[in-house]
Nanobody
């Protein structure tokens, strides 16, 4: 089992920045691919970014490329999502997820563990 706890969400104006953190506990964290997803009201939960076990490979949704950065610190069992130049359409609940696979994980169905989510609200 892997337990995930997100933090860092909040309310801010467009153009601002936030850094989300996801602290993992339980099974070995350093072997898991990790991802950030988001879900806006009435919409599907979609992937935002993913990172492989070592941090050497990342994936970004087109809508966040150039604005968001995913990273991880395996010594701290933590994965981060740095979000810059936030837009109102980034408003959503953001979820951290862990996969039993070590890399190449984009599809939501390939993630096995989920955090409870943290709200990000961006006003115009």
């Amino acid at each position: 089992q892997v337990q995930l706890v997100e933090s860092g969400g909040g309310l801010l104006q467009a153009g601002g920045s936030l850094r989300l953190s996801c602290a993992a506990s339980g099974r070995t964290f350093s072997s898991n691919a990790m991802g950030w997803f988001r879900q806006a009201p009435g919409k599907e939960r979609d992937i935002v970014a993913a990172i492989n076990w070592s941090g050497s490979s990342t994936f970004y949704a087109d809508s966040v490329k150039g604005r968001f950065t995913i990273s991880r610190d395996n010594a701290k069992n933590t994965v981060y999502l740095q979000m810059n130049n936030l837009l109102p359409e980034d408003t959503a609940v953001y979820y951290c997820a862990a996969s039993s696979r070590s890399s190449g994980v984009v599809a939501r169905s390939r993630y096995d563990y989920w955090g409870q989510g943290t709200q990000v609200t961006v006003s115009s």
